[in-house]
């Protein structure tokens, strides 16, 4: 015989509901008079057939559940089926202890957990790991229990908020609260290898690499459209950005890039640090909640590479990259390929203008050359003098955006300038730029 381990005996629950009484311009005291006796006597029968007693006739008793019995043993799968008011949430209830049942009696052999909508009981501000504590102490599990269920892991997780929306900022706010000296951004949506961490320490290692990046494949490669693979960059699938000549199983791993991929990247918490500290960057706050705004991984790469950073591609960081099914769309890549055109604008200002700040006399003069040409051609706009008003040193006739890259390329170029006066005197700056193994 099958052990019974939840046992209803003639359960009932009863609500009172109230109704608004409808307002009357004049109550005469005889009115008052004839309701509160008639009240008293319907509280009286009430009372005699032992219901509850209800006072006034503006509420009413509702029977929600009426001598339910059931049993439910050890491995048993039920489903309560009714209409709508049929008493299943009401029963489910009473059931976890949320309610009191009005009568009857309930016998339950081990712990109750109540699921009875999408999310519930889990916290949105809480991790999933404190999320899993919660439930278990509200359940009566032990610390133990609940330590041994989530597999003994080591690993310390946090939430960390931030004000600004954009996930540039967001990634800002990682890198204050993160507490090693290289930093791995991994997006919901991206599968790291096992030996990732193990690979992306093994080649930041090279003080001289500022980022590091990987290849990535989808998830999902059975249900992707044939256009997909056209613009799979644009989804972090592939190689990022620049043509790759070295196999997989080729000796050398490490390929120098100009630009990687947000999506797992790998980068030096100290430099991260010192450019969010800087005034006005970063330019492009990256991706807004539906907003698909994008280029702010290239602008780190871009700063990375004016600060005398290497930037390289390995291709012993592997993930997979899972993309749902709404972001198999045309519409939606439409979109996001829009966006990045303005994000590639602006990354492009820190090329011409940090070599206009390198070479300004040759800069000038093909700068002059440039004018001239997209005056002849009709195509003259405040972009045909960004290298040379960059050369003359002249920000004020500068774009807000072309202004802001300015001051950060200006900045990123001096402190450079510092670090390679330290180094020739041996000496090293504590926080900054690229630094001999």
């Not at 600004?164 to 800002?172: I, P, T």
């Not at 000296?181 to 080649?203: G, K, P, T």
């Not at 099914?325 to 890549?333: K, L």
């Not at 774009?399 to 006066?421: A, G, P």
Request: proline fraction near 4%.
């Amino acid at each position: 015989m099958s052990e019974t381990v939840i046992r209803v005996d003639r359960l009932s629950k009863s609500y009172v509901i109230a109704h608004q009484r409808k307002r009357e311009r004049y109550l005469a005291l005889r009115d008052v008079l004839s309701r509160t006796a008639k009240s008293s006597v319907t509280a009286g029968l009430n009372a005699l057939r032992g219901r509850r007693v209800i006072f006034e006739n503006t509420a009413e008793e509702f029977l929600a559940l009426s001598n339910v019995s059931f049993d439910v043993s050890r491995g048993d799968v039920i489903g309560i089926v009714g209409r709508n008011g049929a008493g299943k949430s009401t029963l489910l209830k009473v059931l976890s202890r949320i309610t009191e049942p009005s009568s009857g009696r309930i016998e339950i052999s081990g712990r109750v957990a109540s699921l009875l909508e999408v999310g519930t009981g889990f916290h949105p501000e809480l991790t999933g790991r404190e999320n899993i504590y919660l439930n278990g102490a509200i359940l009566g599990m032990r610390h133990a229990e609940i330590w041994k269920a989530v597999g003994n892991s080591s690993f310390a997780f946090s939430v960390v908020r931030e004000a600004h929306a954009g996930l540039a900022y967001a990634r800002r706010a990682g890198t204050r609260a993160a507490s090693h000296d290289v930093i791995v951004f991994c997006d919901d949506d991206n599968w790291l290898d096992e030996d990732y961490l193990i690979q992306a320490r093994r080649i930041m290692a090279d003080r001289s690499i500022g980022a590091a990046g990987g290849c990535s494949t989808p998830t999902n490669p059975g249900r992707l459209p044939p256009w997909f693979y056209t613009f799979s960059w644009g989804y972090a699938v592939g190689v990022p950005f620049n043509k790759i000549d070295v196999l997989p199983g080729d000796s050398n791993t490490e390929l120098p890039i100009s630009a990687v991929w947000g999506a797992g990247v790998v980068v030096r918490r100290e430099v991260l640090e010192f450019l969010f500290a800087l005034p006005g960057f970063p330019a492009l706050s990256g991706r807004q909640g539906a907003a698909l705004l994008s280029g702010e991984d290239l602008e780190m790469c871009a700063c990375l590479a004016c600060a005398g950073y290497k930037l390289v591609f390995s291709t012993a960081l592997r993930f997979r990259h899972d993309i749902s099914a709404e972001r198999i769309d045309p519409a939606y890549a439409k979109k996001l390929l829009a966006n990045f055109s303005s994000g590639f604008e602006i990354t492009g200002y820190y090329s011409i203008i940090a070599e206009a700040l390198d070479r300004p006399w040759r800069v000038s003069i093909v700068g002059f050359g440039r004018i001239a040409t997209h005056a002849l051609s009709g195509k003259l706009n405040r972009g045909s003098f960004l290298s040379l008003v960059a050369a003359l040193r002249l920000p004020v006739l500068l774009t807000n955006d072309q202004r802001r890259v300015y001051h950060i390329v200006q900045r990123l170029r001096f402190e450079r300038s510092k670090s390679e006066y330290s180094r020739l005197h041996g000496k090293f700056p504590r926080y900054l730029y690229a630094q001999p193994k």
